[in-house]
């Protein structure tokens, strides 16, 4: 049961960049998954969720219409296509899955946890 994050990097003010998590398991298809991030010196914050079989997703406002989240169980991965980044979207990126949907976008937590990928966005 693993969460392998990627994609991330130094990105103008302005670009785009396209977040991947590869999950392995086929139980992990059954899962609802999301997108979390960490500032330096700031707690985890939840950036956006997905329902099990992508037929749902929920944002946090300072995200949404500049990101989209999908997930594609025959490839066994999520993503989250981030555009016209800003300077407080750099964080260390973290994808997460839980079988419980509020544990996600209620509690920002969940059952399993991938390593962070850092974003930088700058000038």
């Known amino acids: 049961v693993q969460l392998q994050a990627s994609g991330g990097g130094l990105v103008q003010i302005g670009g785009s960049l396209r977040l991947s998590c590869a999950y392995s398991?086929?139980?992990?298809?059954?899962?609802?998954m999301g997108w979390f991030r960490q500032a330096p010196g700031k707690e985890r914050e939840f950036v956006a969720a997905?329902?099990?079989?992508?037929?749902?997703?929920y944002y946090r406002d300072s995200v949404k219409g500049r990101s989209t989240i999908s997930k594609d169980n025959a490839k066994n991965s999520m993503y989250l296509q981030m555009n016209s980044l800003k300077p407080e979207d750099t964080a260390v990126y973290f994808c997460?899955?839980?079988?419980?949907?509020?544990?996600?976008?209620?509690?920002?937590?969940?059952?399993?946890w991938g390593q962070g990928t850092l974003v930088t966005v700058s000038s």
């Open positions: 997460a899955a839980a079988l419980n949907w509020e544990k996600i976008v209620k509690t920002s937590g969940a059952d399993y």
């Open positions: 997905i329902t099990w079989a992508g037929s749902s997703t």
């Open positions: 398991g086929r139980a992990f298809r059954s899962y609802h």
